[in-house]
């Protein structure tokens, strides 16, 4: 065997690390999340939520990378034979997420194209449902495979395009393919994004917005709800417990710094997230103006806020349309890829482990498997097999992938006292007996108790 691959810096792991969190979920996620969770007031679950649970949770991902080094399954496995199915039950999660996200990130190129001469037109949602979604068809009515103006610009090139320049990535390898593209991708993102975000504030009626976004509504924090909602998006946020965290830290030097890694990784995702939320909001304070509506008339998040909403603000923009158009479904997609890089390289790097085969022929057949069952999404019922997929992940994936490798951690292999140890080792900032009681209690608690919620919800 050949030695493991390893990052070139410790700049090029913390970039891989963020380029991985940093994805739809900031964008199209936290911004409404945080509205409905009390604006302002949501600050305080959410910063909770991050310092109980998302921090610390890197920092036991981290540890257990570093230590073991290796993918998820390998690195658990080398815990405690007994413990590989974590690895793998984290995978397969990572491996359903990817296929959809895939799907996500070919419409926001095709969306980045049709910026050009807003080629969605005045009816956005029409033309997302039926002008754009409807062209979706592997066949088109007549039997033929779609012309040029159906199925093949809408999805399948961009689609095509998505898993070639993924694949190409983990190809390279770590240092020369996933540290290089988040070297490109991630300082580009916080450019553009930045720019939209300097322009949308500058629009009518954005101040609006932004301070409906702040506002804060103090009595959400009593709602249990809202507590679950940021544990939720921490989770989502971090890609934590989706063996990312581990198979990315397996690939650092023996001596990186552990904790000071995910503070900042942990901070730079949340710094994103309302970076987001400021630009959100105040292109939909715009909008609303505009309309002459009040602000919770155009709130929307995820498929409708991107796909529906954002090309609606972009027709009525005063100027610079395409610039706009372009910036805004350009981030989208650097956002999205390096976010999809790394869950899939989860699945790479379990199979050149576990089958003991070269980082190629684990992406040709790992990656090509996730790209084949994108095309599925990619059928006229696409939209609906994404939403259920998503909606599974978010109801019960996120906390059931947590709360299993917490509970195992923490209880049954009792790893709490030896990993703090090891991190404390080689990291400046050291990590102590509160450490142990988030990862022990509180998190657990609160997982357990989001994934009953969520369970009692859907029963009913
Ligand atoms: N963290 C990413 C986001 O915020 C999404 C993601 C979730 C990526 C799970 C990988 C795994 O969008
Ligand atoms: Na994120």
């Avoid at 996200?101 to 190129?109: D, G, N, S």
């Avoid at 199925?151 to 694949?167: D, R």
């Avoid at 209880?411 to 703090?420: D, E, G, I």
Wanted: hydrophobic share 55%; aromatic share 16%.
């Amino acid at each position: 065997m050949n030695a493991r691959e390893q990052w070139g810096t410790r700049a090029g792991f913390i970039l891989a690390a963020v380029g991985s969190a940093v994805g739809l979920g900031n964008i199209w996620r936290f911004p409404y999340v945080a509205y409905e969770g009390g604006g302002g007031a949501f600050f305080l679950p959410y910063l909770f939520a991050l310092l109980t649970a998302g921090i610390p949770l890197l920092i036991m991902e981290f540890t257990i990378g570093h230590k073991y080094r290796g993918s998820s399954p390998l690195s658990y496995s080398r815990i405690n034979k007994k413990a590989e199915w974590i690895g793998w039950w984290q995978v397969l999660i990572s491996f359903v997420i990817s296929t959809y996200y895939a799907v996500i990130i070919a419409w926001a190129m095709s969306y980045s194209v049709y910026s050009f001469g807003l080629q969605w037109g005045g009816d956005t949602e029409g033309f997302f449902m039926e002008g754009f979604l409807q062209r979706v068809d592997l066949v088109a009515e007549n039997g033929s495979i779609g012309s040029f103006g159906g199925f093949v610009p809408a999805i399948l090139i961009p689609l095509i395009l998505v898993w070639v320049i993924t694949l190409g990535v983990l190809f390279k390898g770590v240092k020369r393919g996933i540290e290089l593209a988040n070297r490109i991708f991630i300082p580009t993102l916080v450019v553009m994004f930045i720019l939209i975000v300097i322009r949308a504030v500058t629009l009518d009626g954005a101040i609006d917005g932004v301070n409906a976004f702040f506002k804060p509504d103090w009595g959400a924090i009593f709602e249990p709800g809202v507590w679950v909602a940021a544990y939720g998006q921490i989770f989502f946020s971090l890609s934590i417990g989706f063996a990312i965290m581990i198979t990315y830290s397996s690939y650092l030097s023996k001596k990186s710094d552990i904790n000071n890694n995910a503070f900042i990784a942990g901070f730079s995702n949340s710094s994103f997230e309302l970076l987001a939320g400021i630009g959100v909001f105040a292109a939909l304070g715009f909008m609303a103006a505009q309309m002459n509506v009040p602000i919770d008339e155009v709130v929307a998040s995820g498929v409708g806020l991107a796909f529906v909403v954002f090309p609606e603000i972009i027709n009525t923009f005063p100027g610079l349309n395409t610039t706009f158009g372009v910036l805004f479904f350009g981030s989208l997609v650097l956002a999205g890829l390096s976010s999809l890089i790394s869950i899939v390289e989860t699945y790479v790097a379990a199979a050149q482990e576990k089958f003991n085969i070269s980082r190629k022929k684990a992406v040709a057949f790992g990656g090509g498997l996730s790209a084949l069952v994108s095309l599925v999404y990619a059928t006229q019922g696409g939209l609906f097999f994404l939403d259920t997929a998503d909606y599974f992940i978010n109801e019960f994936g996120v906390a059931l992938a947590g709360l299993v490798s917490v509970v195992a951690v923490a209880w049954f292999l009792k790893l709490l006292p030896s990993l703090q140890s090891y991190a404390n080792e080689v990291s400046d900032i050291k990590i102590g007996a509160w450490w142990r009681v988030c990862l022990g209690i509180i998190t657990p608690v609160v997982l357990g108790w989001m994934f009953l919620q969520n369970l009692m919800t859907n029963i009913q």
